[in-house]
T-cell receptor
């Protein structure tokens, strides 16, 4: 079974803090994704990576950056957290050339 | 117009009922279609892929109508455990690896 692990289930941070969300997958997948999910808006793609050190902006990259130094790990960084970044963050991975994505359990981030 | 549109529901049905959801997509060049299931406060999980010829997996049947650009999911003999949000998912045109997720249809199966 594919396993995608997100480092935290719940996080509470203060406005202006730098926040790191970590995601690790164990299936040697080329592609990794970060989404946020908000009521009524569904899943929105923040960033996407198709290889180590490669990244591509998604639909809502503003206020976020990512890092992929190793194939299995994809990190999402909030440089200076703001209250409008309170959300559920979901990491996913997929094989190269394949569409099916496998998700981690999610991190529910609250920015106060 | 949203790229993938679904009726948010909720669909409240009794156990044993048959229920159907539709989803429309805007990009006629999309090639891959899926239904994902998401339980409350959990991550989305693949329920089934949707093929042009239609496909069935137990009590679940998925259909694709390319001409009208809609996808359907039929659930027969609903169980309490089917209660969840069902997400319609379509690949982005020209981007085989990237998906667009609908906002989901909430199903509540009542005893």
């Amino acid at each position: 079974d594919v396993k995608v692990t997100q480092s935290s289930r719940y996080l509470v941070k203060r406005t202006g803090e730098k926040v790191f969300l970590e995601c690790v997958q164990d299936m040697d997948h080329e592609n990794m994704f970060w989404y946020r999910q908000d009521p009524g808006l569904g899943l929105r793609l923040i960033y996407f990576s198709y290889d180590v050190k490669m990244k591509e902006k998604g639909d809502i990259p503003e206020g976020y950056s990512v890092s992929r130094e190793k194939k299995e790990r994809f990190s999402l960084i909030l440089e200076s957290a703001s209250t409008n970044q309170t959300s559920m963050y979901l990491c996913a991975s997929s094989e190269g050339g394949q569409n099916i994505q496998y998700f981690g359990a999610g991190t529910r981030l609250s920015v106060l | 117009r949203k790229e993938v549109e679904q009726d948010p529901g909720p669909f409240n049905v009794p156990e044993g009922a048959t229920v159907a959801f539709n989803c429309t997509y805007s990009n006629s060049a999309s090639q891959s279609f899926f239904w994902y299931r998401q339980d409350c406060r959990k991550e989305p999980k693949l329920l089934m892929s949707v093929y042009s010829s239609g496909n069935e997996d137990g009590r679940f049947t998925a259909q694709l109508n390319r001409a009208s650009q809609y996808i359907s999911l039929l659930i027969r003999d609903s169980k309490l455990s089917d209660s969840a949000t069902y997400l319609c998912v379509v690949n982005r045109s020209g981007a085989t690896n990237k998906l667009i997720f609908g906002t989901g249809t909430l199903l509540a199966v009542q005893p």
